[in-house]
């Protein structure tokens, strides 16, 4: 790599890359790579999580959308016949195209805060090619990922991610861990897809509409923050007290609201 200058991380990707040796190898203990695995690792950056990933013996594709890394990322790693380079944007790519029928991939990445969010969504979108994710996110976000009902940290994006997978927050890495640090804490966590939903939708974008309807006002009462989708009686007729915080309800809960909403919506259409 000597030919190649130090690589500035760039704030315009949300860059800050991983180089304490302690949390790298507890990352890939969480991961496990192992022979005979697909693994994909978006943004790879200068390739500190890469070189263990690659030493598990499986397949593994990086998304890197920074051109700058190609070049370092190619001269470290391109001459392993198990490592393939894409260069993009992982919120424009398709997972399905890696995975060959029956396949599951295993994604991992550190992901930048400003587009963690919509990169996980994208994900779960095609969470039918996926078999885990590990990644690298602000602790905050992870909180929220992992909150149940009655939690500080529980609202809408935790209760959408948990519809579709179980979430494991493993643990917690302190900004020193990075170059350059960061502002905020970090934390790692595995989010695994359901291989059945515990509590299936009969509309995922009716429940989608009702969690952000609970939420927008999230210290109001249920009723009040339902009353142009659902009334009181509606409300009670699936086990809930309209007068409780939408904090208060768990994601069976909502499903059984949005289930409702989707019966009444159907009635409403004969």
Not at 59 to 73: A, F, G, Q, R, T
Not at 92 to 98: E, R
């Amino acid at each position: 790599m000597s030919q190649f200058a130090p690589h500035r991380a760039r704030k315009r990707f949300g860059q800050n890359f991983l180089h304490d040796h302690g949390v790298i190898n507890r990352i890939l203990r969480a991961i496990a790579p192992r022979e005979g695995q697909h693994l994909v690792e978006i943004g790879p950056g200068q390739g500190a999580l890469t070189e263990g990933l690659l030493a598990g013996g499986g397949k593994l594709d990086v998304v890197e959308l920074d051109h700058d890394l190609h070049p370092l990322l190619l001269a470290r790693f391109g001459g392993n016949p198990q490592f393939t380079l894409h260069k993009g944007d992982a919120l424009k790519f398709d997972f399905h195209q890696l995975a060959s029928a029956g396949e599951k991939l295993r994604v991992v990445g550190n992901l930048p805060y400003n587009i963690s969010t919509p990169l996980m969504f994208h994900l779960l979108g095609q969470a039918d090619c996926i078999a885990d994710m590990h990644f690298m996110l602000q602790k905050e976000v992870v909180q929220r990922l992992a909150a149940g009902a009655g939690m500080n940290h529980y609202g809408r994006l935790g209760i959408m991610v948990q519809y579709w997978c179980e979430v494991e927050h493993l643990f917690d890495v302190g900004p020193g861990a990075f170059n350059p640090p960061p502002k905020v804490d970090s934390a790692i966590v595995r989010l695994t897809p359901h291989a059945r939903l515990p509590h299936p939708a009969e509309d995922v974008q009716l429940l989608e509409v009702v969690v952000r309807e609970a939420f927008n006002q999230r210290r109001k009462t249920l009723r009040n923050t339902l009353k142009g989708l659902l009334d009181a009686e509606a409300i009670e007729a699936e086990g809930l007290d309209p007068t409780v915080r939408p904090e208060q309800v768990d994601l069976a809960g909502f499903v059984r609201l949005a289930n409702r909403l989707a019966r009444q919506g159907s009635s409403t259409d004969v």
